[in-house]
Every structure is written in C-alpha cells, then in structure tokens.
C-alpha cells in the first residue's frame, strides 16, 4: 500500500487563460495553497489533481460566504 500523499503538479497558465466556470461561464482564480480553482460568483471551488481541474459541480467544495 503507498502512503505518500498526492502529486500537486501545477497547472498550466495557458489552460488559465481559457477555463471559465461551468455553472455561470465567469472567470476562475487559482488558489495556490489549496490546489483548486475558484469560482467567486458560483461560489465554489473545483480541485485540481495531477495537474488536471476536475469541473464538475459534484466535485466542488462550496466556499463559506
């Protein structure tokens, strides 16, 4: 069984540029320290593993008011 914890590989500033949320087609800020993309006007934030951003609303975590 492996133990180690995941791989945060960064995400490509390109795919930045174009990634707009799926919910209300607004912009997305990248969070660093959390790993996720951020949809303030949606208010949710989407992780990113491996370097790919998961942009499913199931997959979100809500982001406290």
């Known amino acids: 069984m492996n133990n180690e914890a995941p791989r945060e590989t960064p995400i490509d500033p390109r795919l930045l540029e174009i990634l707009v949320c799926p919910l209300t087609k607004g912009p997305l800020t990248y969070d660093r320290e959390r790993n996720e993309l951020v949809s303030a ?6 992780p990113v593993r491996d370097g790919i951003p998961i942009m499913l609303a199931d997959e979100a975590r809500v982001l406290e008011p």
């Open 41 to 46: 006007k949606a208010g949710l934030a989407y």
